[in-house]
């Protein structure tokens, strides 16, 4: 397992020995799950972060028909879920998470991250400050996203997505499918491919097999 965390952001930085310290230090539990099980509901009170191990985990809501939403879906193991419920002041959960195929969860307990355990241990300090960075790359991720779906147009939407990933060079590539940059931009595909093919004809993006492409970034950028 410790091999599986190295790769987790959590744990990003600590070396094996301190990754054992950790979970020794913090009391954490590894709990299995069968397909379909609970690992939390919503209304549950958050009392550890949640690191997925192997398997996988949705996020979900139900409407009140009772069809399932997935929010999130999370396969890759090292991965956090649910985990900003716990840091809110004892809010409850406002989804649940449910395996969606056999999976094995490790659990830290919630007050690990508020207080010292008194030995003044380097990797406890290192784990927090891992925990802050998580939080603060999501914080830019959701700003990123807020200032693209606030643009007026669809054509703008897709030019400004293309800059916020364009590097020094002005190279700036989407690398997702249609159905996924569809859903980001929460627009129907058909609509969203005729804009990108009338914005290909405009000589302001190529697109082609690997993705979408900036062909003229300044006209690009002239959009805002």
């Known amino acids: 397992m410790v091999e599986v ?24 539990q590894v709990t299995r799950y069968e397909k379909d099980a609970l690992v939390f509901c919503q209304g549950d009170m958050p009392e550890s972060v949640s690191v997925l191990v192997a398997g996988a985990v949705a996020v979900c809501n139900d409407s009140n028909d009772g069809r399932r939403s997935i ?18 002041n004892h809010k409850a959960y406002e989804h649940y998470a449910q395996a969606l195929a056999p999976s094995a969860v490790l659990q830290i307990p919630e007050q690990y991250f508020y207080r010292t355990c008194g030995n003044a241990c380097e990797y406890h300090a290192k784990l927090v400050a891992n925990m802050l960075s998580i939080f603060a790359q999501k914080a830019y991720y959701l700003n990123q996203k807020l200032q693209i779906l606030s643009c007026a147009t669809l054509r703008q939407k897709i030019a400004k997505m293309l800059l916020c990933h364009c590097g020094a060079d002005g190279r700036g590539t989407l690398s997702m499918g249609r159905e996924a940059l569809a859903d980001y931009l929460n627009v129907a595909r058909p609509s969203l491919s005729r804009e990108l093919m009338k914005m290909q004809d405009d000589g302001l993006v190529r697109v082609g097999r690997q993705g979408v492409f900036i062909a003229d970034l300044g006209a690009l950028q002239q959009m805002f």
């Open 71 to 88: 929010v999130a879906t999370f396969d890759q193991p090292g991965e956090l879920f649910g985990e900003v419920f716990a840091f809110l």
């Open 5 to 28: 965390l190295k790769g987790s952001p959590l744990f990003r930085g600590m070396a094996e020995d301190d990754i054992r310290g950790c979970l020794a230090c913090s009391k954490a």
